[in-house]
């Protein structure tokens, strides 16, 4: 949706770290998310962040969320092959409706 | 326990023709929603639902309706479909416990041609 922004594309070497960024304009987003598409495939929750917190880890997976300046990142570790995909970033208010950003494809190269 | 459901996975359809998209979760959730996904877009939201019987307008409604009728179904229409409805569409779920139990299914892939 056009409330959350992200880059389109990051293109990572094996074994590196990949960020992806996103800005959001919601003030009263509650919730934020990071989901993983990969081809053909349904979405796969990855994390997310309660808008209180200005930190999230799980495993690979660093979540930080800037909430002055409305901007969230997501941190894979040793990126793998495997975790080239799609990645939406997405806020939720009230009712837990989820508004998307329009995906970042990652791409990992050998 | 199956998680969430949909049906068809594919369907290519004529402009003016008429179909249903069932969605099923077997989770006793009460939040059920429908978005489209279009490429470089992201998803968008449709319709949802907070319960048996309630539906609510999403970001993107003209052109759809939808029932809930029954609490482990979450039905989109479509009256007279048009090029434009060309999409994936996914359903997801959300129980009252929140975001630690959100699923999404698989998703269809409707053509209007």
């Known amino acids: 949706g056009e409330d959350v922004e992200q880059s389109l594309f990051l293109s990572v070497r094996e074994g590196d770290s990949s960020v992806i960024n996103c800005t959001y304009t919601?003030?009263?987003?509650?919730?934020l998310y990071w989901y993983k598409q990969e081809p053909g495939a349904g979405l796969q929750l990855l994390t997310y962040?309660?808008?209180?917190?200005d930190m999230k880890q799980d495993q690979r997976l660093t979540v930080l969320l800037n909430k002055k300046d409305k901007h969230l990142s997501l941190r894979i570790a040793d990126t793998q092959t495997g975790d080239s995909a799609i990645y939406f970033c997405a806020e939720s208010s009230n009712d837990y409706k989820l508004s998307f950003g329009a995906g970042t494809t990652v791409t990992v190269r050998a | 326990n199956a998680g969430v459901t949909q049906t068809p996975k594919f369907r290519v359809l004529k402009t003016g023709q008429s179909m249903t998209l069932l969605c099923a979760q077997d989770?006793?959730?009460?939040?059920m929603y429908w978005y489209r996904q279009d490429p470089g877009m992201g998803l968008r939201l449709i319709h949802y639902s907070v319960g048996e019987g309630t539906t609510a307008k999403g970001e993107v409604p003209d052109g759809y309706n939808v029932s809930r009728l029954k609490k482990q179904n979450f039905l989109l229409g479509l009256e007279s479909a048009a090029p434009s409805q060309t999409s994936v569409y996914f359903c997801?779920?959300?129980?009252?416990?929140?975001?630690?139990?959100?699923?999404f299914g698989p998703g269809t892939r409707l053509t209007v041609l």
């Open positions: 997801a779920s959300t129980g009252l416990a929140g975001v630690d139990t959100q699923y």
């Open positions: 919601d003030s009263s987003s509650t919730y």
């Open positions: 989770m006793n959730h009460e939040y």
């Open positions: 962040i309660f808008s209180n917190m």
